[in-house]
């Protein structure tokens, strides 16, 4: 089991194989759905015109994002009415929604690291070989027990995407994760998907 | 008629902080079947770690706490009309008490409702006037990430070889599992329709999930096929979390409807492991919740 601090240099990204468990420490972002199609069509391929507090979230994101991490969460919080805010609930949510939208975010913001869970296809793959990137697999619906893992939650920017799709910037100490995709063009999920197809053929085959 | 608005509160914490005993004694069993040591193991030894925490805290198992669906069964007399503003009450109460995430989305504008109502639907209730004098609520939390990888066929389908017959029916449920690989939260539990409309038939494939993964199906060849399709569905190789193992399905249930003569659908709803699911019955003044 390797600890390792955020931000994550490049080194310490191509080193991760797949499979290595890692205890994340620091300061991460979440980010799904509405952040992920919001940052690409304002920023990377400029399709919408920056609106509302959109530059000023930009300009506050970057440092974080740069050689930092993103969640893929849409955690339960409390406190909203005071803003004392508390992650009481925050697994991951299915990755791979974000596959049209990850590549280029990786590449525009220099991510170093995606958390999330059920893993990401071919063009993901390819931008954490070119960033270099790693994914981390979380364990999809264990979320009390790594709201723990989140220490304090330090701000939040876009809370108008809704509590789910805002992106909250958070501290976290020994967040459990697996690397299922590496810098090295390894894929867990591509092995086990051809596996799980050669044996869906053999059963097909049957009566 | 009595508000039961604090009864129905109760039942959605029930639901959302923990798992129903039938479930986690399916998880038991199959962390005991994964190698130790191995990925799948471990994801399931996790799961079971938050089950516990979230019993103890009375925090939400899965921050996703999906879409509550309520199938409301009721003795005469009983007005839906009061039971819906009561259910949206409590509902609106567990969002303020964090037992349940904003979720209800509006489609066109994004906005989030913030409490989880929002139009005719979200919260989906179902209501079913029945005899005696006990009132039945059931509650279902279905996660979007299992929701996203339900499925329907419509047979023949020639890609997959699968006719219209339970043989048919097989291959493309196999083949649901498949393409579902580690996304909706595997180990997953199957909820099949064969047969309505494209409607009826989604609907159909929910409700059969409201059965105990022990129970048998009263037709002996939809029971056969249940129990197979568990054991093919994880030779799949698939496992927890999609990590691959031994463990990709922990049940199957199977319910049929009559169709057209044109139409043969199969909709397979999938249901993650964080399959919470509980139910309240009220006699008198004696409420029972299980």
Not at chain 2, 12 to 27: F, H, K
Not at chain 2, 128 to 138: F, R, W
Not at chain 2, 140 to 166: I, T
Not at chain 2, 167 to 191: E, N, T
């Amino acid at each position: 089991m390797r600890t390792l601090k955020m931000p994550l240099s490049d080194d310490t990204v191509r080193s991760l194989k797949v499979g290595d468990p890692v205890l994340l420490n620091g300061i991460m972002i979440t980010g799904r759905d509405a952040a992920h199609k919001w940052m690409v069509d304002t920023f990377i391929k400029q399709s919408r015109h920056p609106q509302g507090d959109d530059l000023e979230v930009y300009e506050a994101i970057k440092p974080l994002i740069a050689g930092g991490v993103i969640y893929h969460c849409g955690p339960v919080v409390s406190g909203l009415d005071t803003k004392q805010y508390k992650f009481v609930a925050a697994g991951p949510t299915t990755s791979i929604r974000e596959e049209p939208y990850q590549g280029m975010v990786m590449k525009h913001f220099n991510v170093k690291g995606v958390i999330g869970k059920g893993g990401m296809g071919p063009k993901t793959l390819a931008a954490c070989q070119d960033v270099p990137c790693v994914y981390l697999h979380a364990i999809g619906g264990a979320a009390s027990l790594i709201a723990q893992t989140v220490t304090r939650v330090l701000g939040v920017y876009k809370l108008d995407f809704g509590v789910p799709e805002a992106m909250w910037v958070t501290e976290v100490k020994d967040f459990p994760v697996v690397v299922t995709m590496d810098s090295h063009g390894g894929s867990l999920h591509v092995s086990v998907e051809a596996h799980s197809k050669a044996m869906l053929q053999e059963l097909l085959a049957q009566a | 008629m009595h508000d039961i608005t604090e009864n129905i509160l109760e039942l959605v914490r029930l639901t959302s902080t923990d798992l129903p005993p039938d479930v986690e004694a399916s998880i038991h069993q199959a962390t005991e079947r994964e190698e130790p040591g191995s990925a799948a193991r471990g994801a399931l030894e996790t799961i079971l770690k938050n089950v516990e925490l979230s019993r103890k805290n009375s925090t939400p198992i899965c921050q996703d706490t999906g879409t509550p669906i309520f199938y409301v069964y009721y003795p005469a007399g009983w007005s839906t009309r009061l039971l819906r503003q009561q259910i949206e009450a409590a509902v609106v109460q567990a969002t303020q008490k964090a037992y349940l995430r904003p979720n209800s989305v509006d489609s066109i504008t994004g906005k989030n409702s913030g409490n989880n109502l929002g139009g005719k639907h979200f919260p989906s209730i179902h209501f079913e006037e029945v005899d005696g004098d006990s009132l039945t609520i059931e509650l279902m939390l279905k996660g979007g990430g299992c929701e996203n990888v339900g499925a329907q066929y419509s047979l023949p389908n020639d890609a997959l070889n699968a006719g219209r017959d339970l043989a048919g029916v097989r291959k493309v449920v196999l083949d649901a599992v498949y393409q579902a690989q580690g996304q909706g939260c595997a180990p997953g539990i199957l909820g099949v329709a064969i047969g309505g409309d494209r409607g009826s038939s989604y609907y159909a494939s929910k409700e059969t999930l409201y059965r105990k993964l022990g129970d048998t199906n009263p037709e002996p060849q939809l029971d056969t096929l249940e129990k197979r399709l568990v054991e093919e569905g994880n030779q799949l190789g698939i496992g927890p979390m999609g990590f691959g193992g031994k463990t990709t399905l922990l049940g199957t249930k199977i319910t049929h409807l009559n169709r057209l003569p044109a139409s043969f659908f199969v909709s397979v709803s999938y249901m993650c492991w964080a399959y919470r699911r509980r139910k309240m019955t009220i006699t008198a003044d004696l409420v029972r919740y299980e």
